[in-house]
């Protein structure tokens, strides 16, 4: 990038090795705090994980070297897969929908056919600013059949539908995430799309082509990119899925949430509840290892789809 | 008036509003705002009128001032040591981390340095690695050295942003000319100096960017100060509202305090809100940035 830009001849006054060591020292100075921080809160804790992911805290002997043992023990644990199987399902069904919403947004307000295009776009993105734990006492209290919509409508129509019974609270966590997440998305798309150049729809226009014909021929391809990384941040962001369910039980009696409803749910109570640390730093450390597997799994698809076009 | 000119108005730039669609936009930005206007809706209730009143009707009273003032004085004012902690955590943290994503990123994209291929590798690969899974590890080694239960606990995590160290080398190699750079050092100004005066005020759009998401982030984190911190005088106000909401719910033991719950609620996303609609024009200028990047 710093090659286009035009650089004046370095005057003979210093000999060129010197100058170049001390630049480079001060370029290592710059990049120093980041980096030293860097290291205190991403590459020490996940070293300091490992190393505890082969303890456990025994009853008898106190803390002691069991090797791959909390590995064996999770791979063979069907409340650790429980969760695993949640999380996967509800990835499979809510991104897609979220995302399929997200560029139809995305297409609707490009289109510029709408009235109050900038109205509608700041307030699909509002829910984003609210976080988790606000977001999860809303559309508890709203769903919910004590103090809720529900609660009325089922007094209304005579009929039993509860949103956060064992069965259905997994869709009303992705009624809350679809929620929050959709119009960060949209903007996504819709700043890809704002960076076609408008000529391209003008002489697509000129040739005839209706607005569908423009849709799937030049907006979708355009899409292509940032399809790739909305997918890759939205599993990032359900594999780790936890404030939802970590607050909602204490919302809603039977709400069918266990201490392992997701893996990160069972990692937090085994490491503060159970004080199981060993096991909670080995399940964290899969699980990040699973989520980074499959975002880079994605990414590769992704890149082969796009070099096939 | 006349139907030739009214009808060359409508361009590829500027064509025909469509009311089916903006209608049906509209259902979805109705999802949007429903649980806003129903927690507005309700903080004006008292907690008698929000137990018996149907949800997005307004209440007999309007008690929202009543509920303000009790949020500020229940449990001896504690609402506002959480106010106070969330606003030192968020300035702090998001200055620090903005700072130090514009030093990395000017180095990266201005300045040669030993193992620059290295640092960059590692520190893009680790956008991918989840959060969630991270601060775990990050609370065994906090409470190892002995960190956690401080602020720090919450500071220090915050400092880092990969991804605004990302956006910021973007920026840096498109919108500071190494020119001038050279000039103001053939002037005699130092590499940290000419950082300082040249580069950072050419940073500011990307900055406020960075520094609006790392306040975001910040403001709305809830599971790491929740695993760091177990003294509620150093908790943030998404933690503190989840204990005032576990204390109204422990069935029949605790007092009834669903009101101050949503009160609470409102009055910690009204700032953030606020921030948002005034910065549009950094946040989407930023988001543009890095999708057309990404």
Redesign the interface.
């Given at each position: 990038?710093?090659l286009t830009?035009?650089?004046?001849p370095r005057s003979g006054r210093q000999a060129a090795p010197t100058a170049?060591r001390r630049?480079?020292?001060?370029?290592?100075a710059?990049?120093a705090?980041?980096?030293a921080?860097?290291a205190?809160?991403?590459?020490?804790?996940?070293l300091?994980?490992a190393y505890?992911s082969f303890f456990q805290d025994k009853l008898v002997g106190g803390n002691t070297f069991v090797g791959l043992a909390n590995y064996g023990k999770l791979f063979q644990d069907p409340q650790f897969w429980d969760g695993v199987g949640r999380v996967f399902r509800f990835t499979l069904v809510q991104v897609p929908i979220m995302l399929i919403?997200a560029m139809a947004?995305a297409l609707?307000?490009d289109?510029?056919?709408?009235?109050?295009t900038k109205f509608?776009r700041?307030?699909?993105?509002?829910?984003?600013?609210?976080?988790?734990?606000?977001?999860t006492?809303?559309?508890g209290?709203?769903l919910g059949i004590k103090?809720?919509?529900f609660g009325?409508l089922n007094e209304a129509l005579g009929t039993d539908i509860d949103p956060f019974s064992p069965g259905t609270t997994l869709i009303s966590i992705g009624v809350m995430v679809t929620?929050a997440f959709?119009?960060f998305n949209m903007?996504?798309f819709y700043?890809?799309l704002?960076?076609v150049p408008?000529e391209l729809?003008?002489a697509a226009?000129i040739d005839g082509a209706n607005e569908f014909q423009i849709v799937r021929a030049i907006k979708l391809p355009a899409l292509r990119?940032?399809l790739v990384?909305t997918i890759?941040f939205s599993i990032?962001g359900t594999?780790?899925m936890?404030?939802e369910p970590q607050?909602l039980p204490?919302?809603v009696?039977n709400s069918g949430v266990t201490t392992f409803y997701t893996p990160?749910l069972y990692?937090?109570n085994l490491?503060?509840t159970g004080s199981q640390?060993g096991y909670?730093?080995a399940l964290?450390?899969v699980?990040?290892a699973i989520?980074?597997v499959v975002?880079?799994a994605v990414q590769i698809r992704g890149l082969r789809n796009a070099s096939d076009q | 008036m006349r139907p030739i000119s009214s009808r060359r108005l409508y361009t590829v730039e500027n064509p025909r509003k469509s009311t089916t669609l903006t209608v049906m936009t509209g259902l979805f930005t109705l999802y949007c705002l429903l649980p806003l206007g129903w927690l507005v809706v309700n903080a004006t209730k008292s907690q008698a009128d929000f137990v018996s009143s149907f949800g997005l009707a307004p209440g007999r009273e309007f008690a929202l001032w009543d509920n303000i003032v009790q949020v500020f004085t229940y449990q001896d004012g504690i609402f506002s040591r959480w106010l106070l902690n969330t606003v030192l955590y968020v300035v702090v943290g998001a200055t620090v981390s903005t700072f130090l994503a514009a030093l990395g990123g000017y180095a990266l994209a201005k300045l040669d340095f030993r193992g620059k291929r290295t640092f960059l590798l590692v520190v893009l690969g680790s956008i991918s690695v989840p959060g969630i899974a991270l601060a775990i590890p990050q609370f065994l080694l906090f409470a190892h050295i002995g960190m956690t239960n401080t602020p720090w606990a919450v500071l220090i995590p915050s400092f880092i942003n990969p991804f605004g160290l990302y956006l910021m080398w973007v920026f840096t190699a498109e919108a500071v000319p190494t020119g001038l750079l050279e000039a103001a050092k053939i002037d005699g100004a130092g590499e940290f100096r000419t950082f300082l005066q040249i580069a950072l005020p050419l940073l500011a759009p990307a900055g406020v960017t960075v520094l609006l998401f790392s306040f975001v982030s910040i403001w709305n984190n809830y599971f790491l100060p929740l695993i760091m911190l177990k003294d509620p005088d150093w908790y943030p106000l998404t933690v503190g509202i989840n204990q005032w909401n576990k204390l109204g719910s422990t069935a029949g033991n605790g007092a009834l305090i669903q009101n101050l719950v949503i009160t609470s609620a409102l009055l910690t996303i009204v700032p953030l809100i606020i921030a948002f609609l005034s910065l549009q024009r950094y946040w989407q200028s930023g988001l543009s940035l890095g999708a057309v990047k990404g």
């Open positions: 990038m710093e830009a035009t650089a004046p170049k630049k480079s020292q001060i370029g290592l710059f990049i705090p980041f980096g921080l860097f205190l809160v991403f590459i020490v804790p996940i300091y994980a505890l919403f947004l609707a307000l289109s510029m056919r709408l009235h109050g509608l700041v307030t699909i993105f509002l829910p984003y600013a609210v976080p988790a734990i606000v977001a006492l809303m559309w209290f709203l103090y809720g919509l009325s929620w959709t119009g903007l996504i700043a890809a704002k960076a408008r729809y003008e226009a990119g940032s990384v890759i990032i594999f780790q936890f404030n607050i204490s919302m009696a990160n990692a937090y490491a503060f640390q909670a730093a964290a450390l699980m990040a989520t980074i975002a880079y | -």
